[in-house]
């Protein structure tokens, strides 16, 4: 899977056998311009090019299926979001309506521990809020939503976070942040989202709104033993159970397999045929698989589908690396 963060470390180390490089398309060759050719002529002559070459320079392939199919894939996996080429068209430079980037869209409830007032406004109003994320018992800081507000919320979100106001940071690990009114964590807000980076920090978030009709869960004490703690008196971890239902009480695991035992006809016949579970092994297997992993074709995948003219159009994974990704086959 993409990680841009990862990119980010790699492209610092030019000796790198991590960065691969994906090549999408071929503008000259010879000597000859190929750029008023056709993206799939420039593509077949891209593929001859490169075949055999190094691994760590790559042709991106592509497939005749449906760009809507590709676009929610790409979300179900994680991606940013795709571009989408028409087939049949010539290369030009800049912004183009031959092709088109659409981002997936992530979003979540997050708890606010701050916000920014906007100076000087009558009424009273934010200028942004800072977000946080729980880790267990540890609420940690998780980025700003600059973003998202009209006149009338700003004005509704402070009033709204003005009873919660204290004196310091409600976060596990504070931070300096000298314009913060920090509050309790009571209130969550729907964030929106393009990424996280390696640090929890959530990349282009956008406010949408408070969540009145979500509570927050609070920390918990810590214990002697923290693993103690997390089994209790079951055997499932506390975290495997829901956290919006802070009341539930965790199965044992006999209770899980009799449990199954009942329902395992009428779950099969949503479940059969179906993944429940994705192991990635983007460089061979983690230190982490005992068993050996199955072998699979090395395809990085576009797609083409055809747009409201019926003109023939290639959509690829989007990703921070020059990568077309998608379903291998």
């Known amino acids: 899977m993409p990680d841009y963060q990862a990119l980010e470390r790699e492209l610092g180390n030019p000796n790198s056998p991590k960065v691969i490089f994906y090549a999408f398309d071929l503008l000259h060759l010879n000597g000859r311009d190929l750029r008023q050719q056709p993206l799939v002529k420039r593509k077949a002559a891209l593929e001859k090019l490169v075949k055999d070459r190094a691994p760590t320079l790559t042709y991106a392939e592509h497939l005749e299926v449906s760009g809507s199919d590709v676009f929610e894939h790409a979300c179900w996996m994680g991606l940013e979001g795709i571009v989408s080429k028409r087939a049949d068209a010539p ?13 997936c869209i992530k979003s979540d409830t997050f708890p606010i521990v701050a916000f920014v007032e906007k100076l000087g406004a009558h009424p009273r109003r934010i200028a942004s809020l800072y977000i946080g994320r729980w880790e267990g018992n540890r609420l940690l800081y ?3 939503a600059q973003s998202g507000y009209s006149l009338t919320t700003a004005r509704h979100v402070r009033e709204r976070l003005d009873p919660l106001i204290i004196g310091k940071s409600p976060l596990s690990e ?24 390696d640090r929890g920090i959530l990349r282009e978030a956008v406010f949408k709104g408070l969540r009145e009709d979500l509570v927050t869960i609070p920390a918990k004490s810590p214990a002697p033993s923290k693993r103690r703690e997390a089994v209790g008196q079951h055997g499932v971890l506390r975290e495997n159970i829901l956290q919006l239902l802070p009341d539930a009480v965790s ?6 397999v009799r449990y199954w035992e009942r329902v395992a006809d009428q779950a099969l016949i949503h479940l059969g045929r179906r993944p429940l579970k994705l192991v990635r092994h983007a460089l061979g297997p983690p230190s982490t698989t005992k068993a050996g992993c199955p072998r699979f074709p090395r395809r990085y995948i576009s797609c083409a589908s055809r747009n409201a003219r019926g003109a023939k159009a290639f959509a690829c994974g989007w990703t921070t690396l020059p990568v077309c990704s998608g379903w291998s086959r």
Do not use: C, D, M, N
């Not at 290369?91 to 981002?103: A, E, H, I, M, N």
């Not at 504070?174 to 980076?197: D, H, M």
């Not at 199965?251 to 899980?256: I, Q, R």
């Open 91 to 103: 290369y030009r430079s800049g912004v183009q309506t031959s092709w088109l980037k659409v981002k």
């Open 142 to 144: 998780a980025g700003k």
């Open 174 to 197: 504070p931070i300096v942040k000298p314009k913060a009114t920090w509050i309790r964590p009571e209130v969550l807000a729907e964030v929106q989202f393009s990424g996280v980076t």
């Open 251 to 256: 199965p044992s695991k006999e209770e899980l």
